[in-house]
Nanobody, 126 residues
Framework: QVQLVESGGGLVQAGGSLRLSCAAS????????AGWFRQAPGKEREFVAS????????FYSRSVKGRFTISRDNAKNTAYLQMNGVKPEDTAVYYCTADPAAASTIEALRDSLDIWGQGTLVTVSA
C-alpha cells in the first residue's frame, strides 16, 4: 500500500518560488503515475500536474503551465512540484496523489483516486 506525505508548503511572496515534496512509502510508487492537486477555500479540488511512472512525460493545467514543474526521483521514492512565479491565486492546500493509471488520465480520475497525502498549505501574499 502506497502512503504519501507532502512537505514544503509555507508563506511566499508573489513572484517567488517554492518546492513541494511528496515522500512515498511502498515500492509500488515507482511504478505509479504521480500527480498534484490543490484546493482553495470554498473551491473544488483542482488538477495541477501529473507525471508518468518513469518521469518521461508530464501534464499541466493551463493555470500553472510554464510556471510549475513536476518531477520525481524514484530512487528516493519522492515526487516534487517546483513552483516559480507564484501568484496570490495559487494559494491553496496542495495534495499529492499516486495511481497505477496513466498520468494523462489523472486529472479526469480526480474523484476516484484513493491514494492521497494529507496536504500542505501554500499561501502567496500580494
Amino acid at each position: 500500500q502506497v502512503q504519501l506525505v507532502e512537505s514544503g508548503g509555507g508563506l511566499v511572496q508573489a513572484g517567488g518560488s517554492l518546492r513541494l515534496s511528496c515522500a512515498a512509502s511502498g515500492r509500488a510508487f515507482s511504478t505509479y503515475a504521480a500527480g498534484w492537486f490543490r484546493q482553495a477555500p470554498g473551491k473544488e479540488r483542482e488538477f495541477v500536474a501529473s507525471i508518468t511512472w518513469n518521469g518521461d512525460n508530464t501534464f499541466y493545467s493551463r493555470s500553472v503551465k510554464g510556471r510549475f514543474t513536476i518531477s520525481r526521483d524514484n530512487a528516493k521514492n519522492t515526487a516534487y512540484l517546483q513552483m516559480n512565479g507564484v501568484k496570490p491565486e495559487d494559494t491553496a492546500v496542495y495534495y499529492c496523489t499516486a495511481d497505477p493509471a496513466a498520468a494523462s488520465t489523472i486529472e479526469a480520475l480526480r474523484d476516484s483516486l484513493d491514494i492521497w497525502g494529507q496536504g500542505t498549505l501554500v499561501t502567496v501574499s500580494a
